[in-house]
């Protein structure tokens, strides 16, 4: 398992930025860049769902929810994945999760909150 540490979040009124963070700090920068990395949220009462997922070739892809107004990147000198959420929604609220996967593991952050008020 990979030790993931996210940052950002918050409260935000609709139509609001945020951006969330997630850090590798264990990992060298070689092996974080082989991973695929993702975004998740769950909402109370609601299943885990995926936002976003940028692939090794940095192909990124995206929830149609979130299409237009998210956009996930990875900074590998860093060891870092981060989402910038823009034109926030109250249905965006949620706790916020990164993911870090290959073959061999598939690890999660302790996740951060995002609320979105109307």
């Known amino acids: 398992q990979v030790t993931l540490v996210e940052s950002g979040g918050g409260s935000v009124q609709a139509g609001g930025t945020l951006k969330v963070s997630c850090k590798a700090p264990?990992?060298?920068?070689?092996?974080?860049?082989?991973?695929?990395k993702a975004w998740y949220r769950q909402a109370p009462g609601k299943q885990r769902e995926l936002v976003a997922a940028?692939?090794?070739?940095?192909?990124?892809r995206y929830a149609d929810f979130v299409k237009g107004r998210f956009s996930i990147s990875r900074d590998n000198s860093r060891k870092t994945v981060s989402l910038q959420m823009n034109g926030l929604k109250p249905e965006d609220t949620a706790v916020y999760y990164c993911?870090?996967?290959?073959?061999?593991?598939?690890?999660w952050g302790q996740g951060t909150q995002v609320t979105v008020s109307s």
């Open positions: 264990r990992l060298i920068t070689s092996t974080f860049r082989m991973y695929e």
């Open positions: 993911n870090l996967r290959n073959q061999d593991s598939d690890s």
């Open positions: 940028i692939s090794r070739d940095d192909e990124a």
